[in-house]
């Protein structure tokens, strides 16, 4: 939990990524699979690589905290939550490789946390294809201080979220108050999409919403106990498509007063704010309730909002309180 002791300015800042500057290159151990590395260009910039290609150019706000700090104070951000590059998570390669990346991960995140306990908390990272493995690491990241719970995929290789075989990860996190953070990968992005240029546009935010609508309609998440589920991205087009798959609900034989009905149930999943357009915000307050809208910005990268308020900046007084502040604060 996050301390909401208001009068303390700012935004809580609920999905922003981080990495750490010396993370190791695992394809020497396990040269079978594909890993991100981190290859370092000068004092501020560095190309995270995947599968030993250049995926994406980064710069030191990854993983500088000064230079964090500093951008937090500029855009009124009181407290990042950090979480991995998704990229990062690695579900395809071995359990026992993404396990040991995932907890490199969660020390890097531990010692920032630590060091700046005011402005720090964080998301840690499980090997989800060892169901397992992930709880333990979820045990263990809700045991360090600063960590209020876990980032994952939208689905674990082929595996998707609403399959029982990870049913027991998603008790524990119910168990333990974890709050899970649902952030698609453009590695999941069908090659379709991604030849037509549109994987950040759409092809992420399609990813979240046939997890989230498979965690709704498939019975997961009414067999399984309340746990805080938050999807990024404002949900994707769930909320644009909550009418059709209840309609589909309904035509399947659940009755129209089901309390599994799919817009019933979506009031227990979260949603970030991360929208850029207020119109589409207001409809994911609406879908998803009040209380369960957090800010969001995906800093440090491009899909910043600009200025990071933008959105926001339309809801009334009280509404904008609640997603930048006691919403987390309270959870």
Known sequence: MIANTDPLPGIIDVHTH???AEMPDFGAAYPQDCWPSLQRTD?????LAFGGRRYRRIDHRSWSTTARLAD????GVAVQVLSPIPVTLCYRACAHGAAELAALQNDFF???TSRHPDRFTALGAVALQDPDRAVDELRRCMQTRGFLGVEIGTRVAD?????PSLDRFF???AELGAFILVHPSDQDVPARVRELGLGFGAGMPVETTLAAAALLAGGALARRPVARICLAHGGGALPALIGRLDKAAVMAGIPVDSPELPSRLVRRLWCDSL???DTALHEAVDVFGSGNVVFGSDYPFAAMPEPLDDVISTLSADLRH???RSNLGAA
């Open 18 to 20: 981080a990495i750490d």
């Open 43 to 47: 004092e501020t910039g560095a190309w």
């Open 72 to 75: 937090m104070d500029r855009y």
């Open 110 to 112: 531990a010692r920032v």
């Open 159 to 163: 595996v998707e979220l609403a399959d």
């Open 171 to 173: 008790g524990v996190a």
């Open 275 to 277: 929208t850029y357009r």
């Open 322 to 324: 609640k997603i930048c």
